[in-house]
Each structure stands twice: as C-alpha cells, then as structure tokens.
C-alpha cells in the first residue's frame, strides 16, 4: 500500500509539472479600444505585445455591464438569472441555487494541485463580496472604493470633510506606486520572480482598478497625448427609434467632483474626460508591461498561459452616454486576449468568433487540461478550439443583460433588458419586472450600422428577423 502512495504522489507530482501556469489579468471599465468603432487613440504598446503572442477575440461579450454581476458571472461560470447576482453588493454564494458548492474558476484550479493568488481587483470590491476559498492565500488589494485610490483621498485630514468624494481627474507628478495598479504590479511582478523555479503550477489572477473612474493616472501618461487630437465621441447622438428605457443619465461620473450636475458637458470637457479615460489605459498598459516582463525574467513564460480582459465595456459620450449599464455594444463588449505559447501557429492574429466571457471558466480549465467534467455545471463554452483554430466558431450568440433604471434602490427597477447579440444583429427585449411582458424592442444591424445609431425594431422589412431573434432569446433564457 505504501509502495501505491508513493507511485501516486510521485505521477501527481509529475503531471503537475507538465500542466501550464495560468496568469489571468483584468481590467476595470476597459473598452474595445480597436474595431468598428474606429477609436485607435489608446496607446497600448504592452497590450499590443501581448496579442503578437496570442489570439484577439473582436466579438467577446460581458454578461452584464457592472462590475459585480460581471465578475460573479464568469468567475463561475454561470449566467446572471443562474448566478442571481444583479448588483453591486450580492455574493454568489447566497444567491445561487446551489452557491454554497459552486466551484470558482480559480477554486477549480486549486483543487487540481495549482497555487492560486489574487492580486488585486478580482470578485467586487463592495460588501462581502470577497471569496476567501478560491485562493489558496490570502487576497490583497482589493478592498477600498475608487474615490479613495486618489492623491485627493489620501490627503484628507482624519475628519476632515470633502466637498466631494473624489475629483474626477488627476495628473500629478507621482510614480506609478502612489495608486493601487502600481502595487499591484510590483507585487505580481515579484510573486513571478519569486515563484521561478518551483514545482507546483500557478493560477495567478491580477485585477486591476483602472481605467475606472474617477480619471486618474500619473501625469506622464497624460502627457503620452495631445488633447487637441482627442476625437470628439463618434456617435455623440442616441440612437435613432431607441426606447428611453435603454439610456441613462450618466449618473456615475456626475458623482464625481467638478463635473456639471444640471448641464451638458461642453466640448472642451468632454476631450478632458476622455483624455482622462485614455491616460488610464496607458497607465494600466505600463503595469502589464512590468508583469510581462517578470513572467520573461523568471523563466516561467514558455509554460504560461496568459489571458486578458475586462469586466465590461464603457462608454465615454457615445451615445451621450457615460459609463456602463447598458446593453449597447459598447459596453458588452470587452477585449479579449488568450495567449497561450503552446499555440505558435497563430500568434498575432484574430477572430470574429463570438465568445462570453463564461467561456473563459471552461477555456482555461481545458487548455491546462483539468476539464473533466466540467460541461454539466457551467453554461459557457470552451474556445480552446478557436484558441487553436482562430477561422473557427463554437457558438452563434452572445446575451447580455441589465435593468433599468439601474443606480439607487432595486425598488425603483423597471425592466430587465435581455440582449442577444448573433453575427449580424443585436436584438434586445426590455421586459418588465412586474410581469415578464417585453415592452419594448431594439435592433440593430451591424452589417450596415455596426456604431448602433438606428434602432430597426419597428421596420416592417425587419418582421422576420424579429420573430426568429425573439424565438431564440426565449431559447436561451429558457435554458
């Protein structure tokens, strides 16, 4: 019997070693700053390194634009009617049907022999959101609100009363460490260097708390763009037809010091804004830049799998929207990159295969090979074939969902939107929350109008498509 122990140990042990390492990154608020929308200001030299050596996803899609039900959803790879988390302070494992044995993502790498380390912003921030089991240390850096990852917030007085929670940009001559995403970099950089050399693989998850608002960013990477070449937001209109329910007020930047509450945002604002918003991304680029760079230095990036994405999309004026919680493509919408050094055929190029981000749950597992029964308990799909074959799709819809009006009290919800988006269409059904009867309808045809300006729903052209797109939603929502 002893003699069987020890052959066990000894394959576990070896099997270990051959299975990849796991880095996976995410962003808070980022969106796709490449595609239709022909926004290519983000300056993102590490980013851009990162997808030579990987497959970019154009079409990969959240499943609600917040951060919480986000996060929530493809840590366990569950859908948001089946996860049950709907805002910004439930916790899976009470809200699920059978959340208190749901098995996270990196809970499932744990238990087949991976050291698993949070870094950062992973679950939410908000509430008791944290989930202590999925890791095998103790989390750090991810307590605190945005306001606080501040200069401003950091200079109040004990006592001392603000005017405002935090302003809404910053640029100050600091070094990258006086924020949260620089430590957080240092500290994953230094795990990488650290872990070099050891035995037992690693499923290392590093979130970061920008480019979320409020804007700010050492002002070196603000100096990184002229503001007089920052495009005006493109479109600047709602769309054309669209029901009032699938907008908003803009309600979170306004929360933020020195932005106008009771008018527009003049034009010289608006540049500012989003001058703030893309000082971020490069910010954040220059921490993933570090980590990459330790993942080289330790040896460790020939055997390591890395992914990246973001919670969600975000909108910066388009629309005249600011923020996320809506179903618009714009904050469905995420970036998406797998770069796994298995897979040298194909590094360097992209895909228009549709991908959720519950897919990435089963995606991982089964590149690291750990997939075994995995299909019956998750409602994602694996892409480690498209991850192999980037010409291929495995699957021909994305569904996003969120409800409105969304800030303040869940008293005050209307509807919940569902929002199918297929290769052509997004088709989306505002249903309300008192009897499930759709109310309202959106569609919009990306073939001919991929920057979502005119709501087609009512065309009689477009009967067809409805019926078909509506049949499928009830499919989906069904399962």
């Known amino acids: 019997m002893t003699g069987f122990v020890l052959l066990w140990l000894s394959l576990s042990v070896s099997l270990a070693k051959e299975r990849p390492n796991v880095l996976f990154i995410v962003a808070d608020d980022l969106n796709c700053a490449i595609g239709p929308y022909g926004d290519t200001v983000a300056q993102t030299p590490n980013l851009d390194r990162l997808a030579a050596r990987g497959i970019t996803f154009e079409r990969a899609y959240c499943q609600q634009a917040v951060c919480n039900p986000s996060r929530s959803s493809f840590l366990t790879g569950l859908r948001i009617d089946t996860v049950g988390v709907d805002d910004l302070r439930k916790y899976f494992r009470e809200t699920a049907k059978n959340g208190q044995s749901l098995v996270t993502l990196p809970e499932h790498f744990k238990n087949h022999g991976y050291f698993c380390q949070n870094i950062g912003k992973m679950f939410h921030n908000m509430g008791e959101t944290q989930d202590r089991r999925s890791w095998s240390i103790d989390e750090v850096l991810f307590k605190g609100t945005h306001a606080a990852d501040t200069v401003y917030g950091n200079q109040l007085k004990f006592g001392e009363k603000s005017p405002y929670k935090a302003p809404v940009t910053e640029a100050h001559e600091v070094s990258d460490v006086v924020y949260r995403d620089g430590q957080i970099a240092n500290l994953a950089a230094t795990m990488l260097r650290d872990y070099a050399g050891s035995e037992q693989p690693f499923f290392l998850a590093v979130g970061f708390w920008r480019p979320h608002l409020p804007f700010v960013a050492p002002k070196k990477y603000w100096d990184q763009y002229d503001p007089s070449l920052i495009p005006l937001p493109n479109p600047s209109t709602a769309p054309q037809n669209v029901p009032e329910i699938a907008l908003h007020s803009s309600r979170e930047i306004k929360g933020y010091g020195l932005t106008p509450k009771d008018r527009p945002f003049t034009e010289q604002e608006i540049r500012h804004y989003r001058h703030g918003y893309y000082a971020s991304i490069s910010f954040m680029d220059a921490q993933i830049g570090e980590i990459l760079e330790a993942l080289k230095q330790s040896g460790q990036a020939e055997n390591t799998i890395v992914a990246f994405t973001s919670d969600h999309g975000f909108h910066i004026g388009e629309q005249t ?122 569609l919009y045809d990306h073939n001919n109008d991929p920057l979502e300006t005119r709501n087609v729903a009512h065309e009689v052209a477009n009967t067809e498509v409805i019926f078909q797109l509506a049949d499928q939603l009830q499919e989906v929502i069904n399962k």
Do not use: C
């Open 321 to 442: 929207l600011w923020g996320k919680t809506s179903n618009f493509e714009l904050d469905a919408r995420v970036p998406l990159i797998i770069a796994d050094p298995r897979q040298e055929t194909h590094h360097g190029q992209s895909t228009k295969a549709l991908a959720e981000l519950i897919d990435l749950y089963p995606t991982l597992a089964e590149l690291a090979g750990i997939d075994q029964n995995l299909s019956p308990r998750l409602e994602g799909i694996s892409l480690a074939k498209v991850v192999t074959n980037p010409s291929l799709s495995v699957k021909d819809f994305a569904l996003t969902q969120h409800q409105q009006p969304f800030y303040g009290s869940e008293k005050n919800w209307q509807a919940m939107g569902y929002s199918l988006r297929t290769d052509r269409w997004r088709y989306t059904e505002w249903r309300s929350l008192k009897d499930q009867q759709v109310m309202v309808r959106e």
